[in-house]
């Protein structure tokens, strides 16, 4: 064979290889810290979610018009200046950001660390991203504020995130109101681990 034609073979096999490296990359399921830059896209994220988890929660007028705005305000101060005890994570495949969760460190004295938002696109629901996501808190709670439980706070019709809790060994802790951005009072529950460490244990992934 000449070496032309040899050097060709290397080169489309390189090629190939390569290629291969990229279509494993864009369809690899990633989540890292978020930062200033990310705002747009948690703002998107959040309205999308809300939209769809609290159709029958807050009015159609505010979810149609006016959770746009109030969401991408709350973010883009968020992560302009986050809190010394905030950690916010966002999670996607290839360049799609699909969720994401934020935590406030050690935030109250009787129940630890609080879970403020958890948010997965409904196109990609049930693929385990939520527990990625929740898995980066729980390590981040373990490893810095571990002494402390987590907790968060769930509308009580939502049904679907509670079993996702549920399913994490979170343990229905109590009853309270929410004042929406509207002015509405919605029912919630406290979903709480009093030990992060056994979280994070139940959403590791089997390799670790
Ligand atoms: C709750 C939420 C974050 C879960 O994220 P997710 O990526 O779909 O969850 P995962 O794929 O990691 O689910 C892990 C396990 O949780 C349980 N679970 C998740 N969604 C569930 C559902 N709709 N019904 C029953 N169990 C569910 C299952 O046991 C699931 O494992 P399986 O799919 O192997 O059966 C997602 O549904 C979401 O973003 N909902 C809308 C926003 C919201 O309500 N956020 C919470 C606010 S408090």
Redesign the pocket.
């Known amino acids: 064979m000449g070496q032309a034609r040899q050097q060709g073979f290397r080169l489309e096999s390189l090629v190939r290889r390569q290629k291969t490296k990229l279509d494993q990359g864009a369809s690899m399921l990633w989540v890292r810290p978020a930062n200033t830059f990310d705002a747009p896209v948690l703002g998107n994220l959040h309205v999308a ?1 809300w939209r ?2 609290y159709r029958n929660v807050l009015s159609d007028a505010f979810l149609a018009d006016d959770v746009a705005a109030d969401r991408q305000a709350l973010w883009t101060r968020r992560l302009a200046r986050p809190a010394a005890n905030e950690h916010v994570f966002i999670a996607g495949i290839g360049c799609a950001a699909l ?1 994401f969760a934020s935590i406030f460190g050690n935030e109250d004295p009787k129940w630890g660390s609080f879970l403020n938002n ?3 696109r409904d196109s990609h ?7 990625r996501l929740i898995h980066a808190c729980a390590r981040v709670c373990a490893e810095s504020y571990s002494h402390a439980g987590l907790y ?1 706070w ?1 509308t009580q019709v ?1 049904v ?2 509670q ?2 809790y549920l ?1 994490h060994g979170a343990q229905n802790r109590g009853e309270s109101t929410w004042q929406s951005p509207e002015g509405r009072e919605v029912a919630l529950y406290r979903f709480a681990w009093p030990d992060v460490e056994q979280l994070r244990r139940v959403s590791a992934r089997p390799d670790g």
């Open positions: 979610s769809s988890a969720g958890l948010h997965v629901q049930r693929r385990g991203i939520g527990t968060l769930v939502n679907k995130a079993r996702f399913r």
